[in-house]
Structure formats: C-alpha cells, structure tokens
C-alpha cells in the first residue's frame, strides 16, 4: 500500500493505486488525490496514457 505526506496535517496518508481507476476513487475526488502518481509511473514504465 503506497503512503504519501498528508496535504493538511502532514501526517502518513495510506492509499491504495486502484483508486486512480475507481470512479469514486480517492473519496469521490473530495479527499487527497494521488492520481499524479500512478500517471508518474506508468510513463515512466513506458505507458502512453491519458489523465481525465
């Protein structure tokens, strides 16, 4: 399970990829959204991909 600094409180925020791909993923877009990452990876690992 990746994990990444808080945005408000600065404490661990654990997260799981899937939730790039959820519709209501990352609480329906109200919580901390870590998208960016998964898109960071999969071009890195060679993917052409798109972000919506």
Known sequence: ???????N??????WKWEEAF???GFGDGDGQVETWQVEAL??????EIEVN
Not at 9 to 14: E, L
Request: hydrophobic letters at 30%; glycine letters at 10%.
């Open 1 to 7: 399970m990746p994990v990444s600094d808080c945005d």
């Open 9 to 14: 409180c600065g404490a661990t925020y654990h």
């Open 22 to 24: 959820e519709k209501f």
């Open 42 to 47: 999969l071009t890195e690992a060679g993917f």
